[in-house]
């Protein structure tokens, strides 16, 4: 199983951002996807989770209502899971990773199985 994170770039306040999480590998809805997110000098934290199937989704206090994550599982397109960032702040500044765990969601990174290489999120005008 890989991970790979994309869509991470510079954007001002207010602002809207799409970050991709591509899983390569088996078994796809096999995995709960989770993002997390490292600031400067901060511990990972946790963003937003999506159950396997996608009919539930969590996420963290500081993103309900501004984020949105979302999965595909449809046979034959790219197994992918989305996270939609609207409204970004200076405080969503990150490294952002997404991560992939056997059955079930958790809000601790240290329980997820597999990691993509992050992608940095910069919010500033």
């Known amino acids: 199983v890989q991970l790979q994170a994309s869509g991470g770039g510079l954007v001002q306040p207010g602002a809207s951002l799409r970050l991709s999480c591509e899983f390569s590998g088996r078994d796809f809805p096999g995995y709960a996807v989770g993002w997390f997110r490292q600031g400067p000098s901060k511990e990972r934290e946790f963003v937003a989770a999506?159950?396997?199937?996608?009919?539930?989704?969590?996420?963290?206090d500081s993103v309900k209502g501004r984020f949105t994550i979302s999965r595909d599982n449809t046979e034959n397109t790219k197994n992918t899971a989305i996270l939609q960032m609207n409204t970004v702040k200076p405080e969503d500044t990150a490294v952002y990773y997404c991560?992939?765990?056997?059955?079930?969601?958790?809000?601790?990174?240290?329980?997820?199985?597999?990691w993509g290489r992050g992608t940095l999120v910069t919010v500033s005008s």
């Open positions: 999506i159950n396997r199937v996608g009919d539930a989704t969590y996420y963290a």
């Open positions: 991560g992939a765990r056997s059955y079930s969601y958790s809000r601790n990174w240290y329980e997820y199985d597999y």
